[in-house]
């Protein structure tokens, strides 16, 4: 199976988006807020945290048919607030985000075809496979870049 959509789209946003968060005023990433409460460098935390642990269930699968991973869902406020994100140097933080994706290309790349169907149970019950969990992996960063770039066009 073909994942270049996924992973062309990674490397596109990597690409718009760095020089983009670099030169965002210090205002405008930590005091404007989503629905979630969330400022910009909080999100970005938040990509952070879902690479991590999106890389984990990834490498994880191609060795286990099944598994349970901890709940993560629920608890994405609390890893954000724990790592401190809001007070985190902002370079760092793109940096991060940059270098950890770029990591998750090469994950996805070098995926085994033959365990895409391996899966985990999410705290809903719900079966997620490999494939899955990679086909969604793109969206789930389109969401949040839709967010930020909501609050940067909401300060201008």
Same mark, same amino acid.
Not at 84 to 92: K, L, V
């Given at each position: 199976m073909d994942f270049s959509d996924v992973t062309n789209g990674i490397l596109r946003y990597i690409t718009i988006w760095e $020089? +983009?968060? +670099? !030169?965002?005023? !210090? #205002?405008?990433?930590?005091q404007k807020r989503n629905e979630q409460n969330r400022s910009i460098k909080q999100i970005l935390?938040? /990509?952070?945290d879902s690479a991590a642990n999106n890389h984990q269930r990834m490498i994880r699968l191609q060795y286990n048919e099944k598994l349970d991973f901890p709940d993560y869902q629920q608890d994405n406020d609390l890893w954000i607030t724990l790592q401190d994100y809001q007070n985190a140097e902002w370079n760092t933080t793109i940096q991060l985000w940059k270098y950890y994706n770029l990591h998750m290309i090469q994950v996805i790349n070098s995926v085994d075809q033959t365990k895409l169907d391996n899966s985990w149970l999410s705290f809903e019950n719900t079966t997620v496979t490999l494939r899955q969990m990679i086909e969604g992996y793109l969206g789930h960063i389109e969401l949040h870049l839709k967010e930020v770039q909501e /609050?940067? $066009? #909401?300060?201008e």
């Amino acid at each position: 199976m073909d994942f270049s959509d996924v992973t062309n789209g990674i490397l596109r946003y990597i690409t718009i988006w760095e $020089d +983009k968060l +670099k !030169v965002l005023p !210090v #205002g405008t990433i930590s005091q404007k807020r989503n629905e979630q409460n969330r400022s910009i460098k909080q999100i970005l935390g938040h /990509l952070i945290d879902s690479a991590a642990n999106n890389h984990q269930r990834m490498i994880r699968l191609q060795y286990n048919e099944k598994l349970d991973f901890p709940d993560y869902q629920q608890d994405n406020d609390l890893w954000i607030t724990l790592q401190d994100y809001q007070n985190a140097e902002w370079n760092t933080t793109i940096q991060l985000w940059k270098y950890y994706n770029l990591h998750m290309i090469q994950v996805i790349n070098s995926v085994d075809q033959t365990k895409l169907d391996n899966s985990w149970l999410s705290f809903e019950n719900t079966t997620v496979t490999l494939r899955q969990m990679i086909e969604g992996y793109l969206g789930h960063i389109e969401l949040h870049l839709k967010e930020v770039q909501e /609050l940067i $066009d #909401g300060s201008e």
